[in-house]
């Protein structure tokens, strides 16, 4: 007997400090289908004729290759797929794709639901929980972008160790350095999973499959709704508890508060 869905919500809240979203979400309900995505703020000052950068514009790639997909496609091949559209979508607008932070990227969190199977595939900060009708939760991704900076400095650390050229470490002071130079990071051994064009990027992509048969809830959301002082668990026990909209406002008061970066916020809740 199939599973059916009883109702979807999904929510999309630009951040202030930005003027459209970097995010975006997929709802193709024929297909099964549904996903959150989350541009990678650019480093670099491109934008294209219509006023769009590289993160809004990777993040609306992959969206519309996933609302035409059919039944049945798998999610691994088309999170590839769509990576090697972007690739050409960037090559196509000159964009030096040897260096890291010039690519265009977005993390991508995406589900497919079948008869009595969830399949999942990931790669960044963008997750997948789901929960079950026991009131208990899971986590079907990692956040592979948590702790990029250490790792990074460790990386630099290596290479100079290694007789490798690194700039001194007070270059990496400066917060745009930085950031550049964690975008190198990108889909290699110790680093972070993304999609942005890289050939290699299926080797990164978290994936698997379960049974629908004990699940209630699956939530799929960017890193806009981590919260300071709160563990994935306790955020998914929130929402459930009060609802979507209620815990994006409550977790924006927090950053607000804490003087904290507050992103884009998207999120899709699917109730079984």
């Known amino acids: 007997m199939k599973k059916r869905i009883r109702s979807i919500e999904q929510v999309n809240v630009t951040s202030p400090e930005k003027q459209e979203s970097e995010d975006a979400s997929i709802v193709h309900e024929h297909a099964g289908v549904f996903g959150v995505l989350d541009g990678a703020t650019p480093l670099s000052g491109f934008q294209n004729q219509d006023g769009h950068n590289g993160a809004y514009l990777a993040a609306q790639l992959f969206k519309n290759h996933f609302q035409r997909l059919s039944v049945g496609a798998e999610l691994v091949k088309e999170v590839t797929k769509a990576n090697d559209k972007l690739r050409s979508e960037m090559l196509d607008h000159k964009i030096n794709i040897d260096i890291g932070y010039e690519r265009w990227s977005t993390c991508v969190a995406v589900v497919r639901i079948s008869e009595q199977e969830l399949e999942f595939a990931q790669l960044g900060d963008s997750m997948i929980m789901v929960g079950y009708v026991d009131g208990t939760s899971k986590l079907l991704t990692r956040d592979t972008v948590e702790g990029i900076s250490e790792r990074a400095k460790l990386k630099r650390n290596k290479d ?97 508060d804490k003087s904290l970066r507050v992103d884009d916020r998207t999120a899709i809740w699917i109730t079984f």
Do not use: C, W
């Not at 990027?201 to 978290?206: A, S």
């Not at 048969?213 to 459930?240: A, C, K, M, W």
């Open 160 to 256: 100079r160790e290694l007789g490798r050229k690194v700039q001194a470490e007070e270059h990496f002071e400066d917060p745009l350095n930085q950031l550049r130079f964690n975008r190198s990071m990108a889909n290699i051994a110790n680093g972070y999973s993304v999609a942005n064009g890289m050939k290699n990027v299926e080797e990164y992509i978290q994936a698997g499959k379960l049974a629908l048969r004990d699940i209630q809830y699956v939530f799929i959301f960017s890193d806009g709704l981590f919260h300071p002082e709160l563990n994935l668990d306790e955020t998914y026990r929130q929402v459930r508890d009060f609802g979507l909209m209620n815990y994006i406002q409550k977790v924006t008061e927090v950053q607000q």
